[in-house]
């Protein structure tokens, strides 16, 4: 019996494995018989190997991470299906999030419904979950554990001469007179969607992003650009943003985050969405983070988020989340408004969970505490933690709740007439999660010590 190795533990890695393996043999049989061999299973037969490599290092930290997760993983970041962490979360059209390969093996299986809802989905298309991605990631950092990168289900098909003539034939058209630039982004927009090798190719050209941005960056005004052209271009940046070989390049090229941040502004609602889902993919480098931030572009996004748009919230949201985690952009966001914004859009119960993860992250900040007691955050939160169901969401309440009432005395007469009425902090102290725990006992302390004294005095 063949030896599989350190495969052996998960039937689907394993499966993976032998699939890579005979693609593999069959490719190197091709190149060693057949004199006339083409770069194209040259390219194949790396890709294969690459995949293998892929498959040896995520085993080496799954085993240590499936047993943490098991332990303490909070069960919003588990796919329905798996019940386990996800690697790859991706929104349904139902809005539910799944794992990606789990998801994606059920509609293959020809099911057109949510397994969670059973909502019949009107389109099949994944949708990264970037804000969740990036919460799972924080997580496992705070936890001293490596999340395994997501293991592909399929391998990218390598482009051929034909589609590269094609790819330069498209630039070239965005240079053209305006019917031929229409046509020429929006096939680019479907390419960079559908084959990730189309995407590799802006990062392998010389000046093929300044090109794609042609259509823009030559009209005195981006008001004055078609909306459909407009919607193209930023959407196709959205889909080479994804691929991570381009982050550095794209958010490095001069005129992408002007180009962006204008996006933002004007244009179709769409536009202005994607134009938030990209600056949100790009900040997922440290460096990407501090340009972003430094360039001014976390004022229009927190003036989308206000306008409050349905269509846009989750990227605008998820954008912020991410650019905020980079300490002097906290401070950029305080000062352009956010505590305002983030605080009368969770009042209004517009996207709790994601806002919510925000003004923690705030309330590092002394100003944006300071707000948060001026707006009467404390007993929206206190209201939150009554009524909610998600252990996240109680724990940012709580953790925000400490830091204002730290800085701001006059908001203990709120804690006990609270604690009093409905014993909402000592619940949490009994029930909550460990952080939850220490910050609830933290205020009952401080309670019970400011009941001391007046009882003295």
Request: glycine share 4%.
């Amino acid at each position: 019996m063949a030896k599989t190795g350190v495969f052996s533990s998960d039937p689907t890695v394993r499966a993976r494995a032998v699939e890579l393996k005979r693609e593999l043999q069959r490719l190197v049989r091709t190149i060693v018989d057949d004199d006339d061999y083409s770069i194209h299973a040259v390219d194949r037969a790396k890709d294969a190997i690459c995949g293998l490599r892929e498959l040896m290092l995520n085993k080496r930290s799954t085993a240590t991470f499936k047993l943490h997760q098991a332990l303490s993983c909070p069960e919003e970041f588990k796919c329905p299906l798996s019940k386990e962490i996800m690697r790859d979360p991706v929104i349904l059209a139902s809005g539910q999030t799944y794992d990606r390969p789990f998801i994606q093996k059920w509609l293959n299986a020809g099911n057109r419904t949510c397994p969670r809802t059973q909502q019949v989905l009107s389109h099949t298309v994944l949708t990264p979950n970037h804000l969740i991605r990036e919460m799972i990631s924080q997580w496992c950092k705070s936890q001293g554990i490596e999340l395994p990168s997501p293991v592909r289900c399929g391998r990218d098909e390598g482009i051929t001469e034909a589609e590269r003539d094609r790819f330069f034939s498209l630039l070239n058209k965005l240079s053209a007179a305006l019917p031929e630039q229409k046509e020429a982004a929006k096939e680019l927009r479907l390419l960079t969607k559908k084959m990730p090798s189309f995407r590799a190719l802006f990062g392998e050209s010389i000046d093929a992003i300044t090109q794609l941005l042609t259509p823009l960056s030559g009209s005195k005004s981006q008001s004055s650009v078609q909306p459909d052209l407009k919607e193209d271009v930023i959407t196709t940046l959205l889909n080479l943003s994804i691929h991570d070989s381009n982050k550095k390049l794209v958010a490095e090229t001069p005129m992408v985050i002007p180009l962006l941040m204008e996006a933002l502004r004007s244009g179709t609602i769409q536009t202005r969405s994607n134009a938030a889902a990209a600056l949100f993919t790009l900040s997922a480098l440290d460096s990407n983070k501090a340009l972003i931030g430094k360039s001014g572009v976390i004022k229009p996004l927190i003036d989308l988020l206000d306008e409050g748009h349905p269509l846009a919230m989750k990227d605008v949201a998820s954008a912020i989340f991410n650019l905020c985690i980079f300490h002097e952009n906290k401070a950029r966001a305080v000062r352009d408004g956010a505590v305002r914004v983030i605080l009368k859009k969770i009042m209004d119960g517009v996207h709790v969970d994601e806002l919510l993860a925000i003004l923690a992250m705030l309330s590092v900040h002394q100003r944006a505490v300071e707000e948060m007691g001026e707006l009467g955050a404390v007993p929206c939160l206190l209201r939150i933690i009554r009524e909610s169901n998600c252990e996240r969401n109680t724990e940012n309440c709580i953790a925000i709740l400490h830091t204002i009432c730290l800085n701001n005395r006059t908001k203990w007469k709120v804690l006990k007439e609270e604690e009093i009425t409905y014993g909402t902090i000592s619940k949490l102290a009994q029930d909550g999660t460990s952080r939850a725990k220490r910050k609830a006992n933290g205020i009952l302390e401080r309670l019970r010590r400011d009941i001391n004294i007046t009882h003295t005095a």
